[in-house]
């Protein structure tokens, strides 16, 4: 993993976040501005939580922060997709697992070493 520079790439995912919200807002047909919202919300907010975990370095917390960037590519890649390009949200369930993995590991790492 880009362990050492994570938190560079969770704050780019958060910039782009920014953008796609603004897009959707501003320039998305009606039909795709729920898609990119969403998209936005959740590329956002695990991103931040990318910055925020970063610095933990055990074995779990390492396997939550994969989880956690799979999900947001997966998860807000396909519904950006579907917004953007008219593709299949098809990979977003799996995205959205990966999200919810990550998050469950990442307590069960700060619950073991807080």
Do not use: E
Not at 10 to 35: E, N
Not at 47 to 68: E, F, M, N, Q, Y
Not at 87 to 110: E, K, Q, V
């Amino acid at each position: 993993m880009i362990q050492g520079r994570l938190p560079a790439v969770a704050a780019v995912i958060c910039a782009l976040s920014v953008a796609l919200g603004a897009y959707a807002s501003h320039v998305a047909s009606a039909r795709d501005q729920k898609h990119l919202a969403i998209a936005a919300i959740f590329a956002f907010a695990n991103g931040l939580a990318l910055i925020v975990i970063s610095p933990r370095d055990s074995r779990l917390a390492t396997i939550s922060k994969s989880c956690l960037l799979a999900g947001i590519i997966l998860f807000s890649g396909s519904l950006a997709g579907a917004g953007l390009f008219s593709t299949p949200t098809g990979a977003a369930p799996m995205g959205g697992s990966l999200l919810i993995l990550g998050w469950l590991l990442a307590a069960a790492d700060y619950w073991r070493k807080p």
